[in-house]
């Protein structure tokens, strides 16, 4: 079994930052791609950054310049570094892992953690 536990929301004023981190347990082989998607009240949950075991990323254009993503493959970890937030950016954060397990490739999700950008 594997656990997603995810860390680093809040509140936060426009132009301000966060960190998100997500660390993956459990029984792992090893872990493909990484990421965070993200979804507002009333909406449907949408990529916001990816990144693969050997460092490629992917960004939905409404957070390009404004977010990395980034992972450090030893702790089993992703994270999302997000400057310059606006009010829109406010949703339920949720990462998600592609893992190698002992039965075969799973995807796992995150319990979400919240992000709001207000004044």
């Known amino acids: 079994q594997v656990q997603l536990v995810e860390s680093g929301g809040g509140l936060v004023q426009p132009g301000g930052s966060l960190r998100l981190s997500c660390t993956a347990s459990g029984s792992i082989f090893s872990i493909n791609a990484m990421g965070w998607y993200r979804q507002a009240p009333g909406k449907q949950r949408d990529l916001v950054a990816t990144i693969t075991s050997g460092g490629s990323t992917n960004y939905a254009d409404s957070v390009k310049g404004r977010f990395t993503v980034s992972r450090d493959n030893a702790k089993n970890t992703v994270y999302l570094q997000m400057n310059s937030l606006k009010p829109e950016d406010t949703a339920v954060y949720y990462c998600?892992?592609?893992?190698?397990?002992?039965?075969?490739?799973?995807?796992?999700w995150g319990q979400g953690t919240q992000v709001t950008v207000s004044s």
């Open positions: 998600t892992s592609t893992v190698v397990a002992n039965l075969g490739v799973y995807a796992y």
